[in-house]
């Protein structure tokens, strides 16, 4: 069985293994791809990092579901790791638009952003999980406080929801019409939420 510490730590060095095979996967398809405007590239890029921010959105909000119904002492020790993960993949979303995409053009940007609305919920989602990350070491949790910091960090569930809207409006400027994407993310996400609404009633031990 692993301890805490040990179960940390090994869960930190996989979460990079999604973002470095992507790294390969790219430079195998195109070694400039960041310099060439290469849609494959840049489709790739955006469509995997996206998928692994929502990965590690909903592994880290099913810690607690999953604590409860376990009791084990390492879940609580991954819960930051997966956590932050989840930060990594969504700025890794972004800088795959903005730097394979746009190429660190802030007019193109400006201009798809007023083409294309569903940008906004997306990055407002990634500057509600700044402060998160921020705020996600030992020091800062004494330093706010356990109320306040536990409040802080509820807006994970406002930027879950707000990447969620970002994928359906994607999907709809697309005329996806099944809005399967859309599902993928909306349906774990409200599975999550209603499971943190449950609590699960321990039966009380016998006095031996």
Known sequence: MLSPRLAKVVVSILCTFPALDLVRVLYLHNQHF???YDYEAFTLAVNVSGAWAFVFLFLALACTPVQRLVRSGWIP???????????GYCLLHFLAYFVVGQKLNVGFVIEDTLEMKSRIPGWLSLLLLLPLALTSTDGMTRLLGGKRWKLLHRLVYLATALAVL????????HGIGDYHVTLYALVPFVILMLLRLVRFVWPKRAPS
Request: aromatic share 10%.
């Open 34 to 36: 960041i310099r060439d």
């Open 77 to 87: 020790a991954v819960r930051r790791p997966l956590g932050l993960a989840a930060f």
């Open 166 to 173: 970002h994928v359906y409006m994607v999907d709809n400027e």
